[in-house]
């Protein structure tokens, strides 16, 4: 078996472009338990995600949870599934597609833009197979997670560079850093709220409920906890609310470990006890509506806040293709761009150049 990734085939004629990755969680294929078992199986048996001695997990992963968890997991799935597929690939995929169209407009024929998930398809290997196929010899990598956490942005790194150990011809990479107090990413939250309150009225209270990760990651050193309640600082001063008009949150406990506080289902349940008029919910860490937005916060997030007494409840979709979102997108791409945009009609003319010399020592050659 070959070490190395066979290369593709390498023509002088044809340009280098700069590659431009933008990278999700993932998705199962469909919204069944056949289909659930692999994607939980690939992202479970990730070290970034679940940091627990393999050979337990291991037990725990094959003995339990994918015997149980995927049939239960792809009701939920079937409950926020589209005719296009799964919400989180098609907002991803058209993400990439107006990112592609704006970048396009100002760098023609030097930028390809394209997706990839961690888990799923397409995997980040075969993206970047693709994007060396077409002659890319830059790539810059953009994890779709605002805030860093080992469990998403480190796990993100650490395949493309397991992708990269089996290349021989490595392109350079760079990657967006985090960005959870990008202006440009905190404009675009603030004017996403204010369009919901404009076709629906103001809530009374604002609950920004972000993704969860157990509490030993801020106390190794995580940063991830940090950053989230930066980014509701921000967007709170950004919509002039005052501390006690919004609360931030995180979601998604799994297991019997403690994570990081307060719970979104435990404040759910204190805003309906309140009875308040309306109660408005966002989820600033996703960028994408997914299963964990559609089903978790805009359905379960709902039943528990009503049956706890609240009236209503205002769920506010994720930046998806927000205009304000996709310039934001704009913006972190060509911070990375600098340095690495060439003239185009210079690069044609080195290469004409090229092949002229590589013609004089043919030449040269067949001579002697």
Not at 69 to 83: D, G, H
Not at 194 to 199: E, F, I, L, M
């Amino acid at each position: 078996m070959a070490r190395f990734l066979t290369e593709p085939q390498f023509a002088h004629q044809n340009p280098a472009k700069i590659g431009v990755l933008l990278i999700n969680l993932g998705t199962p294929e469909a919204p069944t338990a056949q289909a659930v078992r692999p994607y939980l199986r690939q992202f479970l048996s990730d070290p970034r995600v679940v940091e627990i001695p393999k050979a337990i997990w291991w037990c725990i992963l094959n003995g339990i949870i994918l015997t149980v968890r995927p049939k239960k997991s792809a009701e939920k799935y079937a409950s926020i599934w589209t005719k296009e597929g799964s919400p989180l690939k098609v907002w991803t995929i058209k993400q990439a597609k107006l990112l592609k169209g704006q970048l396009g407009e100002a760098f023609p024929e030097q930028l390809v833009v394209d997706y990839a998930m961690r888990y799923g398809s397409p995997s980040i290997e075969s993206q970047i197979s693709k994007l060396k196929a077409l002659n890319c010899n830059k790539i810059i990598i953009v994890p779709m997670y605002p805030q860093y956490a080992a469990s998403t942005t480190a796990s993100v790194n650490d395949e493309v560079y397991r992708v990269l150990q089996k290349t021989r011809f490595q392109p350079a990479i760079r990657t967006v850093a985090p960005y959870y107090d990008h202006p440009h990413y905190i404009a675009a939250l603030a004017a996403q709220v204010r369009q919901h309150w404009q076709a629906n009225g103001k809530g009374e209270h604002l609950l920004m409920s972000f993704h969860g990760v157990p509490r030993y990651t801020l106390e190794k050193g995580d940063p991830y906890h940090c950053h989230a309640l930066k980014t509701g600082r921000l967007l709170a001063e950004a919509l002039d609310l005052t501390p006690a008009q919004y609360t931030v949150a995180f979601q998604s406990r799994f297991g019997k470990a403690e994570w990081l506080k307060p719970y979104t289902s435990q404040v759910l349940q204190q805003l309906g006890q309140q009875q308040l008029s309306q109660l408005d919910v966002i989820c600033p860490g996703f960028v994408a509506d997914c299963l964990e937005t559609l089903e978790e916060i805009a359905i379960e997030g709902q039943h528990d806040y009503l049956k706890a007494g609240g009236k209503s409840y205002q769920f506010i979709p994720c930046l998806n293709d927000h205009a304000k979102w996709i310039s934001t997108l704009e913006e972190l791409v060509r911070t990375e761009l600098t340095g690495w945009l060439t003239n185009g009609k210079a690069e044609k003319r080195n290469i004409d150049e090229l092949n002229q010399s590589l013609n004089r020592c043919k030449t040269i050659n067949t001579t002697n």
